[in-house]
């Protein structure tokens, strides 16, 4: 499969989740244009989760060079937002919880042959069950199907109940 150019990404027309609540600021585009690259690939990338004290530890590779610059970008520019407080996906209820929560989450990223492998963890069980929950149920899922995934919000962990 050959890498899709930005003139090349189709619209998804319809307002669908990834068009609602993500173009917030200026690196906008430029971390869109990833997310789609990464999503029109994502038969190439091959990912693992590991649950661990208070997380996640993941591993995000692909045998492309072209689509391992992808993931280590992504996850760079994913890093950069969370730490800034730059929302991305707040139409999705588990996307808001994690922003909202991301003061008591940390997360580290390392290259490693293919990839990276980030470790999401922290000290309150309720955070880290958001944390578990987007690994498994949101980024896990949209690298085995692509954008038909990320059309679709991500349900908050079962007795996961939003303070207002």
């Given amino acids: 499969m050959s890498m899709m150019g930005e003139g090349d990404v189709p619209d998804q027309g319809n307002g669908g989740m990834m068009n609602r609540g ?4 200026a690196g906008s585009m430029g971390d869109m244009m990833t997310i ?6 994502h038969e190439q990338i091959e990912r693992e989760v590991q649950n661990i004290p208070g997380g996640v530890r993941s591993v995000t590779v692909s ?3 072209k689509i391992t ?5 992504h996850v760079r520019e994913m890093k950069a937002r969370y730490s800034r407080g730059q929302p991305i996906r707040m139409m999705d209820p588990l996307f808001r919880e994690l922003f909202r929560h991301r003061d008591r989450a940390t997360l580290t990223i390392e290259d490693i ?4 492998r980030v470790s999401h963890t922290s000290d309150d069980p309720e955070v880290a069950s958001l944390i578990r929950q987007h690994a498994h149920r ?8 692509g954008m038909e995934r990320v059309m679709q919000p991500t349900e908050l962990p079962e007795g ?3 303070a207002n």
């Fill in 69 to 73: 610059e992808l993931i280590r970008r």
């Fill in 63 to 65: 045998d492309d060079p």
């Fill in 36 to 41: 789609r690259r990464l999503l029109s690939n």
């Fill in 160 to 162: 996961y109940a939003p």
């Fill in 113 to 116: 042959p293919g990839g990276v």
């Fill in 138 to 145: 949101f980024v896990s899922e949209a690298a085995e199907q």
């Fill in 22 to 25: 993500m173009m917030d600021d």
